[in-house]
């Protein structure tokens, strides 16, 4: 697996290079746009093994109306006595749409299975069904791919507690994830039943080593990049036209104007 002495990838290498991905992924959303393609992605993972920075790298920079992220709460009272996928089939992408999942329908494999909330029956009758589904969304059109996000016992436990001191960070330690920190070989076995029954030929899972997450986010998009086929989109020159101010602030003098506290 990862190679701890591997070493980290600099910002300066990072920010160059990210910057270059970016530019593709807005020729690869007009394309898909343009041929309208649906494309759907999954992000799966342990708690703390990058999903959300890597989602946040892929969208950065691209049409929130064209890249769809979609991080489904826990199920409603309603939704509960729903077909399980009935939730998650709503969001698939129609023509001209990417739709990546932050978690998915794994959940069932997972998260509820680790943490009791469905038994065993259920959840073989799921990873037996998901398949069939996916099946289906290939055969629809539907170009499917699936990301697990694969990080060491100590890269994952150093990232948790780096979430109790960090304002920005501390939302996302959930009392969930206190309680599945201790289940870390529970989560092996269930990720290895999951790729056992549900890495098929049409809809393969995707490992992603995660202990370096510049080079996850890099890797991940190079990946999607290479595995939507597309090409630039012919486009005509851009050329503003002409326009004539005579009062750029307009006659409206009541403005509510927010205070500025960085003058330089």
């Known amino acids: ?17 990210l910057k270059r991905l970016h530019v593709e992924l807005v020729k690869l959303q007009q394309w898909v746009v343009h041929k309208g393609l649906k494309v759907c992605i999954v992000f799966e993972g342990r708690d703390g ?9 892929l969208t950065e920079r691209v049409s929130p109306r064209v890249f769809r992220v979609v991080a489904l709460p826990a199920p409603s009272n309603r939704e ?3 077909m399980y996928m009935q939730r ?13 999942f932050d978690r ?3 959940n069932r494999a997972g998260v509820e299975q680790v943490m009791g909330f469905s038994d065993k ?9 998901a398949p069939l589904i996916e099946k289906a969304m290939v055969d629809s059109g539907i170009i499917l791919l699936k990301y697990w996000l694969e990080v060491s016992p100590e890269e994952q436990e150093r990232r948790l507690k780096d979430r109790v001191d960090d304002g920005r960070k501390v939302w996302k330690l959930s009392p969930m994830d206190l309680k599945s920190f201790a289940l870390w070989d529970e989560y092996t076995k269930a990720r290895d039943q999951m790729f ?16 370096d997450k510049k080079k996850v986010r890099l890797n991940i998009i190079r990946h999607i990049l290479k595995s939507v086929p597309y090409k630039a989109v012919p486009k005509k020159p851009i050329k503003f036209p002409k326009r004539k101010i005579k009062n750029p602030r307009g006659a409206y003098n009541k403005m509510k104007l927010i205070a500025d506290h960085y003058k330089s």
């Open 80 to 82: 509960n006595t729903q």
């Open 1 to 17: 697996m990862a190679n701890q002495n591997e070493t980290k990838l600099s910002n300066k290498a990072y920010s160059k290079e």
């Open 104 to 106: 998915s329908w794994y």
């Open 88 to 100: 998650y089939v709503t969001h698939f992408p129609a023509a001209g749409e990417i739709v990546i």
């Open 49 to 57: 093994a990058g999903k959300g920075g890597s989602i946040k790298a």
């Open 196 to 211: 056992a029954a549900t890495d098929t030929d049409w809809a393969p899972w995707h490992v992603a080593i995660s202990e």
């Open 121 to 129: 029956k259920v959840v073989q009758k799921f990873l037996e069904g």
